[in-house]
């Protein structure tokens, strides 16, 4: 079988019957991937054309893909979407809500939908919009609980074979024995060197698929679609209807800029599960709110008069809150429809005596037990208390975080260390961020998570665009002193210390001084600048793509300098935002795209590299082997008055973690625990570096292989074992460096 890497807008001539075209959607890069001699087309058709569309939604668990596909028996030339489909399928009865499902099928279509609902339950959540179509238009409607299919099959939340099979079963495409039997094919060479049985249980599903579909009878009613509520500027985007907005929409924007935090308005409900917050097991220790990667769930501090204007949903969820000359109350708070039900949280969570404070709930329970009024009232009527220094995880938490709701994966690994950076250095963040996941999830118009200024340029420019960011900032900062210097006069002589002191040194305390009498200054110049006065926290964010591979040049230059900027590498150890490409990042003898035989070469080394220059501050951090030491090290990077760079390890869906994404924590301490993944920092003031982790090399073999990326290597090559040996000898290697380091101080 050979496989085809083609671009999302071409048209492929399959001659002769032979279809030969299967496709999956690998993210946003604009690829999808063609087996050929894989499918035959039934009829008399001499020649068979075909083309695929695919489109990424970040704002769904994880992205999914909206994929359009032709057949014909003439050459389709055209680019657009399909505008009369013949069958539409549904995976997540929540988009109903949302999107307008069916506004492009054709009369006498097929409407397939994935759902635990009844078909009764269906109708009533649809809208008058689609019920109308699916009357007008005589559609044949089918349910299917494809995933119940999949959990009972061991394949919880997989349910792209069900669908896929149901695909060809009711639209009658091509000969559907035939097809099953290529699907069955193609399985066993897709999953060859994956664990857990996956070829079976996915045949299973299969099979098990055909007897579950239940048909919906559509009730003749007057459906009036008029009555809805007419959809805002960014529900028309959210909703898929973007096209649709005029010109004019965009007058305020003209520059692309869009509002900030508006990821809170797009509730997507992508999951049917959801964290059960049990008061009486709970040690208030906040680590679920630290390690969630969508910010769904937090502490609250209620006063006197929050618990007494709360509901009862809430009431009887409070707990002392055990602080110091403080009476509050605590409470964990789950943003229901936010949630992706990765599960993260409760099995982080230590629970008392073995019993969970969080534990995953069905979200129709959760809702029937008022847990949505709950939620409400928690995150949209409690304020922040300030209560305790953020230098550690419990009081890191009780601050609102200013990136949340990300349209990421369940269980990323990238987005808890963003979620901690906005909370201990708040709005005195700004953000340039490298292309790759970190954006997409980052300012996916309209949702965007992040609640500061935050920009995107080039993938591989990152670095040297938040030099500028900084580089302009010093700029305005030295216009305003001199504007001060300048006009003294003009200023009331019970302010003028106020004013010396900025231009003597700008610091918070100073610049928070100016903020306050500010308003009432005569210098019109002045005024104009106020936005820039407060000293800012620059950040420069990406992925390992990025910060190894393209953009590495730039972060050279950089830390060449001594600005005073921030650089965080969000480390996978592949390109995962385009589908598992190998990096210079990569470990050798990881099965990665373009590495198919695991990689020959040894990971490049951005942190020896780094402490190449003694003015740069360099550490690793990694929540789940130490949060503790994660905080300080941001902490202290951001103090420093130089450059930094911070490398964090971040599980991904691409390693092929075999215990699941919901482990990505137990994952990034057993890194840190085999060798793997070293934690240390280093402080160019103290001119001390500190080895922050040990390592038990016998764990090694372990960990490596409780990954598909490695586990699978022994079914490719018979190089494995020589790989294998020597990436535990480059790991051995690079914490022997380190060890070594660190006595330097001694």
């Not at 709930?361 to 037990?369: G, N, P, T, V």
């Not at 964010?541 to 190894?548: E, Q």
Request: charged residues 25%; proline residues 4%.
């Amino acid at each position: 079988m050979t496989n085809l890497s083609i671009p999302y807008d071409a048209t492929f001539r399959i001659p002769n019957q032979n279809i030969e075209f299967l496709v999956y959607g690998y993210g946003s890069d604009g690829m999808v991937s063609a087996s050929k001699d894989l499918m035959k087309i039934t009829g008399t058709y001499t020649n068979a054309y075909v083309q695929g569309y695919f489109q990424y939604d970040s704002k769904k668990s994880g992205g999914i893909t909206i994929s359009n596909m032709r057949f014909s028996k003439k050459p389709v030339r055209s680019t657009y979407y399909i505008e009369k489909a013949g069958l539409v399928v549904c995976t997540k009865d929540s988009y109903l809500k949302n999107l307008r499902m069916l506004e492009k099928i054709k009369n006498k279509g097929v409407f397939l939908l994935n759902t635990a609902k009844t078909p009764d339950e269906v109708l009533t959540m649809m809208s008058a919009h689609d019920k109308k179509i699916l009357q007008n238009r005589n559609i044949q409607m089918f349910l299917i609980d494809a995933s119940k299919i999949a959990k009972e099959n061991g394949l919880d939340g997989k349910i792209s074979t069900i669908m896929e099979t149901l695909i060809f079963k009711l639209g009658k495409i091509i000969d559907f024995s035939f097809a099953t039997s290529k699907i069955k094919e193609n399985l066993a060479v897709k999953f060859a060197h994956k664990s857990g049985n996956l070829v079976n249980k996915n045949i299973k599903a299969m099979e098990g698929s055909l007897g579950n579909l239940i048909p919906v009878k559509i009730p003749f009613v007057d459906y009036d679609d008029s009555l809805e509520n007419k959809k805002d500027f960014f529900e028309m985007i959210s909703s898929m209807e973007g096209d649709e907005l005029p010109v004019s929409s965009f007058i305020k924007m003209p520059d692309g800029s869009f509002p900030a935090g508006t990821s809170k308005l797009n509730k997507t409900n992508s999951s049917d599960s959801a964290p059960c917050f049990i008061k009486e097991n709970c040690i208030s220790c906040n680590l679920c709110s630290l390690v969630c990667p969508h910010a769904v769930v937090r502490p609250f501090l209620l006063d006197e008069k929050e618990e007494m204007d709360a509901p009862e949903a809430v009431r009887r969820n409070l707990i002392s809150a055990n602080l110091k000359d403080q009476e509050l109350k605590f409470t964990i708070g789950v943003s229901l429809p936010d949630c992706t039900g990765c599960s993260l949280c409760s099995e982080v969570c230590p629970g008392k005596k073995g019993a969970k404070a969080l534990v995953m709930k069905a979200k129709e329970e959760l809702i029937a037990d008022r847990k949505e009024e709950e939620y409400q009232y928690l995150f949209e009527e409690v304020k922040e208390k300030n209560v305790m220094p953020t230098n550690t995880v419990k009081g890191s938490q009780f601050k609102t975080p200013k990136f949340f709701f990300p349209g990421a994966c369940a269980g990323c690994g990238e987005t808890p260390y963003l979620k901690l950076l906005s909370q201990l250095f708040g709005e005195r963040m700004v953000v340039a961020n490298a292309t790759g996941c970190s954006s997409i999830y980052g300012a996916s118009a309209s949702s965007i998570p992040y609640n500061i200024p935050w920009a995107n340029s080039l993938f591989e420019d990152n670095a040297e665009f938040g030099y500028g960011m900084k580089i302009a900032d010093e700029t305005l900062k030295k216009r305003i002193t001199i504007l001060i210097q300048k006009n003294m006069k003009e200023i009331k002589k019970s302010e003028q210390e106020i004013y010396k002191a900025y231009v003597k040194e700008i610091n918070s305390d100073t610049a928070n001084a100016l903020m306050e009498v500010i308003d009432h200054t005569k210098i019109d110049e002045l005024l104009k600048l106020k936005d820039f006065i407060l000293p800012r926290s620059y950040w420069m964010i990406g992925g390992d793509g990025w910060a190894y591979d393209i953009g590495y040049s730039g972060i050279d230059h950089v830390l060449a300098n001594k600005e005073n900027v921030n650089i965080l590498v969000l480390d996978t150890e592949v390109y995962s935002n385009t589908g598992g490409q190998v990096s210079k990042s990569t470990q050798v003898g990881a099965v990665a795209k373009f590495a198919s035989t695991g990689k020959k070469t040894a990971k490049k080394d951005l942190t020896k590299m780094a402490l190449a220059y003694p003015h740069v501050y360099v550490a690793t951090i990694s929540l789940g082997a130490n949060p503790a030491q994660a905080i300080k090290v941001l902490k202290e990077a951001e103090a420093y008055h130089g450059p930094s760079i911070i490398i964090a390890y971040a599980p991904c869906i691409a390693q092929g973690i075999i215990k699941g994404m919901k482990n990505s924590m137990q994952e990034e301490k057993e890194a840190t625990e085999s060798g793997y993944f070293p934690l240390f920092h280093y402080h160019p003031e103290k001119e001390e570096f500190s080895l922050d982790s040990k390592a038990d090399f016998s764990k090694y073999e372990e960990f490596i292989t409780g990954e598909d990326r490695y586990r699978s290597l022994k079914k490719i090559t018979k190089d494995a074992e020589h790989l294998l040996t020597e990436n535990k000898n480059q790991a051995e290697k690079r914490y022997s460096y380190y060890e070594e380091l660190s006595k330097t101080n001694e």
